[in-house]
Nanobody, 121 residues
Framework: QVPLVESGGGLVQPGGSLRLSCLAS????????MGWYRQAPGKQRELVAH???????NYADSVKGRFTVSRDNAKNAMYLQMNSLTPEDTAVYYC???????????????WGQGTQVTVSS
């Protein structure tokens, strides 16, 4: 497991914006696919946005045009810019990443601890 730490969640009014960050700490790892997921109370965890190492992306239909995922491979970091937020975006947002150790070649798949996003007036 490679530790992933999310930050940037909080309370925002409808129509507002937030930027989430996901940072991987420690070691020499190569990150392949990275993604943001979310889980609202009483619902299953769902994919929000996915970004490959080459920067190609895909999004859930519900966030297309409002959310933008990006990554900085040099920093082992991923970001999610969320605009025009609605109450339906309220959820715990999780960072996910998979890759391998540059030293041992051992693969990993990790989840962050989650960050709460609440959209409410």
């Amino acid at each position: 497991q490679v530790p992933l730490v999310e930050s940037g969640g909080g309370l925002v009014q409808p129509g507002g914006s937030l930027r989430l960050s996901c940072l991987a700490s420690g070691g020499t790892f190569i990150f392949n696919a990275m993604g943001w997921y979310r889980q609202a109370p009483g619902k299953q965890r769902e994919l929000v946005a996915h970004i490959a190492r080459d920067g190609s992306t895909n999004y859930a239909d519900s966030v297309k045009g409002r959310f933008t995922v990006s990554r900085d491979n040099a920093k082992n970091a991923m970001y999610l810019q969320m605009n025009s937020l609605t109450p339906e975006d309220t959820a715990v947002y999780y960072c996910n990443a998979n890759g391998y150790s540059a030293i041992t070649g051992r693969t990993f798949a990790s989840w962050g601890q989650g960050t709460q996003v609440t959209v409410s007036s």
